[in-house]
């Protein structure tokens, strides 16, 4: 199977789900209606370059998975906040969709110096919402792993966004021991990889959601995610 396909869909369920306005059959929602101010938060530490989904990487998933459901949208502005070592806003709040999985697209990782601040990511997402006016206000946290940069802890973060009425979804891609790390090419041209052993911290994300209201999703293989 060339790519985790029920992954992605059941992820772009899951959240469809989670963020989707309340509808009344056969009610007709006018096109002006005010929607929800969606920041997603992308971790671009190198451990997204594991290849845990079946030879391909966490980030390339992640992209996948976060293009969806941007393009499932409707008259909810998004943004897009990267994190490493530091955070980053790569787009404020837009209704561009296209701009916004054009830029998704673009990322890779090793651009910012390498670390996971789930703080400072959260924090920065928490900023671009500081103005909103929307009725809900959303951030979507994609990571892999556990805090280990930044000046900002993630548990000070939530408690800012709980504080702010914002709702704080976590996503965990990967799974946590040891997994198939890129070490280079052989003789051919292919990939090689050596076993890694890279920490998570679930409890952490778990927390995170959990105080602002929200929910957390591991999406470690197929069969996890769908009994998350």
């Known amino acids: 199977e060339p790519l985790p396909r029920v992954l992605l869909a059941l992820s772009l369920v899951l959240l469809a789900l989670c963020l989707g306005r309340p509808q009344v059959e056969g009610a007709v929602m006018p096109e ?10 992308l971790d671009l530490s190198t451990s997204m ?3 845990d989904f079946k030879g391909f990487d966490r980030l390339f998933v992640a992209k996948e ?3 969806d459901f941007i393009m499932s949208r409707k008259n909810d502005r998004i943004g897009l906040v990267v994190f490493a070592r530091d955070a980053f806003t790569q787009a404020p709040l837009t209704l561009d969709y296209m701009l916004l999985r054009n830029l998704i697209q673009e990322l890779k990782t090793g651009v910012i110096e390498d670390g996971t601040a789930i703080g400072n990511g959260l924090a920065v997402s928490l900023n671009r919402l500081r103005d909103s006016t929307a009725k809900s206000r959303i951030v979507i946290l994609v990571t892999d792993g556990d805090n280990n940069a930044g000046q900002i ?4 973060s939530a408690e800012i966004a709980q504080k702010m009425g914002v709702k704080v ?4 891609v990967g799974r946590g021991g040891k997994v198939p790390y890129p070490t280079g090419q052989d003789l051919f041209g292919n990939p090689t990889y050596e076993m890694v052993d890279l920490p998570v911290n ?4 778990r927390q995170i959601s ?3 209201g929200a929910q957390m999703f591991l999406a470690a293989d197929r069969e996890t995610l769908a009994a998350s």
């Open 202 to 205: 679930i409890p952490l994300l």
């Open 153 to 156: 802890a993630p548990e000070q």
């Open 169 to 172: 979804f976590t996503i965990l």
């Open 210 to 212: 959990t105080v602002t």
């Open 49 to 51: 370059r594991a290849a």
């Open 32 to 41: 002006d209606t005010q929607g929800v101010d969606i920041v997603v938060a």
């Open 65 to 67: 998975v976060i293009s």
